[in-house]
């Protein structure tokens, strides 16, 4: 309910002109007039500094630094997923308010993260007949990913569904979308339990993964688009931590985001592997448990990640934090370097 309510808010106490409104002077008025928009975008680094050594469980895994990201604009905060482009120079992230931000980053010289560019954009999704989301209940994005072809792919829950953004700009998600045939298994999950995660995989298959609730029992619907055919899965969830997004690490296997929250002082923040090999027809993944995330590193409801692999075998793995619009709440950046894993 507290969503719905700012989605109100943002559509109403925005001018019209910095929120996308309708143009009398466009063909089809209910075409954006301005999309995405020019926006301020504030970080500030967050505790452990760069001089400071974080002991982390998994080998070859460092902490790389965290941002406090704001902005000025209502409609900023709620991301739910992101992308990182290859050079790892900029960002894109989704909102479940049906929002998109587009930034730089920057790095000091031995690759912390240090701080982002003022200048944003700032965008508005639009759903399969060119429209703004005019109420919340459409409007929750959730998941993020390239598409096999060109352009991206974004879930959305309540009304489940995959949309197809065919830009060809760098991570944009402006212009009209198309719907992607969903199986009945993902159609048919919770209202609130739904499209959690997208992931392009190597071989160009989509990797598809729900949240789960806890009237679906310990197993979320799980599913990969190969070829033109679903293939069916589960994936098993437990101690009360449901996955929110995946990247694919170089090894084979797909790191999994994983958050836990039963109320104050229960946030649980951690990674888990799956090897792609175990995807089969109706398998039941469990994943292994890579590592927490503990004080001192910043926490807080991290929903959406992103890997990119450098030519040197490293990983950096981003993530991203949900703020859900709440002043008890923060949209944190995070960054970790994953060095070359020994696996014999």
């Known amino acids: ?17 910095l929120l996308f409104g309708a143009s009398s002077k466009l ?18 680094q967050e505790s452990p500094a760069s001089t400071e050594t974080i002991e982390l469980a998994q ?37 479940d308010m049906g929002f998109w931000l587009k930034g730089s980053l920057h790095y000091t010289q031995d690759g912390f993260l240090k701080g982002v560019s003022r200048q944003a954009e700032l965008g508005q999704l639009l759903d399969t007949e060119g429209k703004t989301f005019a109420v919340k209940y459409d409007a929750d994005a959730e998941a993020l990913c ?6 991206y792919l974004v879930a959305l829950e309540r ?28 159609k048919n999950v919770p209202l609130n339990g739904g499209i959690e995660t997208l992931l392009l995989l190597p071989d160009n298959s989509l990797f598809v993964l729900t949240e789960g609730n806890d009237s679906a029992g310990s197993l979320s619907e799980a599913a990969v688009l190969a070829n033109g055919e679903w293939i069916n899965f589960k994936y098993q969830h437990n101690s009360n931590f449901r996955p929110t997004s995946a990247g694919n690490l170089l090894d084979g296997r797909i790191l999994i985001l994983e958050r836990r929250y039963n109320g104050p002082g229960t946030l649980g923040i951690r990674f888990c592997t799956i090897k792609r090999s175990r995807i089969k027809k109706d398998a039941i993944l469990s994943p292994k448990v890579f590592t927490e995330i503990n004080l001192p590193i910043p926490r807080d409801n991290y929903e959406g990640m992103d890997i990119i692999p450098d030519l040197n075998g490293n990983q950096w793995i981003y993530i991203i934090s949900d703020d859900n619009f709440s002043p008890m709440q923060r949209t944190l950046l995070s960054l970790f370097e994953l060095g070359k894993i020994d696996r014999k």
């Not at 309910?1 to 002109?17: A, G, H």
């Not at 999309?35 to 301020?40: E, G």
């Open 59 to 95: 080998q070859n895994l460092k902490f790389r630094g965290t941002l406090l990201l704001n902005s000025p604009h209502p409609a900023f905060g709620g991301f739910s997923d992101l992308l990182v482009s290859n050079d790892r120079k900029t960002f894109l992230a989704v909102s």
């Open 1 to 17: 309910m507290q969503k719905i309510i700012i989605f109100i808010l943002i559509l109403c106490t925005t001018p019209t002109s």
């Open 159 to 186: 009304i489940h569904r995959i949309n197809h953004y065919k830009s060809l700009k760098n991570l944009d998600l402006s212009g009209k979308a198309t719907a992607l045939p969903l199986p009945e298994q993902l």
């Open 146 to 151: 390239r598409a096999p072809d060109s352009g």
């Open 27 to 44: 063909d089809n008025p209910a075409q954006p007039e301005i999309n995405p928009i020019q926006t301020t975008l504030i970080a500030e």
